[in-house]
């Protein structure tokens, strides 16, 4: 069976990466059995074959495969008979680009939102880890990195209106069907919402129908898991 | 014959919108017949039938069709036959946030950079309503929107990484074939290389060679225009 290697915090239910999520989603998508196997930041021996020291990292057969969009690629290739995560070449591209967005555009702004609310769910040994990561990479104590919360918030609103266009018009991101353009995006909601209730979307937010949408997939596999941690969906 | 309304500077060869570029391009893909008649900024009556007061517009058997991503879908689903501007379904999603991606990320910074060779080379009926209107959306003189032109290109391509990451894995934004993806991206660079030399990509940018292949579409449409308008490629 596959094994997906998982970011926790100290309660192993609280599986908080962005980027693993769109495996998970990716995983389940593919019809593709696996077993979560609780990691932290600070076990970088654990995945220390995969070539790095970073998750999202799965073993499959033997092999080793790390990063969202690699391991994405290596299911649709290896995986060929189960349901595609693109749909077309054109849909890889979209997974491709929807990744690199998110990743340049919310990553930061998210990650400033919920940071203390993230730091607050650590397992005690990768406290200090963090800390030390997260006050390099600001420039300033967690605890200092979001001053005003609701103008951050405002200005995620914003940033999200290219796919907020796409969720106007079609139920999923690559239109009619979920592919992995839509678990790119959905990792950053699974993320803030494991440990946060700080990013919330307006009333008449097209994209909140999305998320419904997408919360509804795999028997309901992000509000179960939001429910498993004590968190609202 | 579909006539499509363009925008120009003094001279009717300096056809200068990204906008316009993006249906140009379009019609090209679709091996479709057309007229490209001059338009000016001031002359909103002669557009009027189209429901708006700004270009592209094209009209197609006595229909008014206006906005570049409907002009797409129009002329998509009004020749099927043709070659598909989108490909598949997700290709159709892919170019439509490519689009909002474009005017949302790339449209203020590149406008700053080159905004006084656009303002120089309009037709003198032009230049009050551009000033005044560029000057209330900027909030400072023309002059002084731009005040560090190296540093304004250095923060363009920062942003532009999410298409350099499609750029350096594949020929086109969607793949292995051009479609509505590249022309959203391309109309910019056309916007930039009519009036300006200074939207420059590095040597090494994989986007260069994105931009030559898009060059060489369809009889070097671009190059061509551009040397009409005595500008270098």
Redesign the interface.
Known sequence: MIVLYELTGADDARRFSPAVWRVRMALRHKGLAFEGRPWRFTEKEAIAPSGGGTVPVIVDRGRWVRESFAIAEYLEDAYPDRPSL?????????G???L??VD?TLAFPVSRLILTDIFSHLAEGDRDYFRQSREKRFGRRLEEVCPDPEAELASIRLLL???R??AA??DF????MP?F?DYALYGTFMWARMVSTRLALAEDDPLRAWLGRVDRLFDREGPRALEAAGMRA
């Open positions: 693109f749909g077309s070449g054109e849909g890889r591209a979209l491709r680009f929807m690199a967005w340049r209106e290219p796919v266009r796409l018009v079609q991101m690559g239109g009619g592919g353009a």
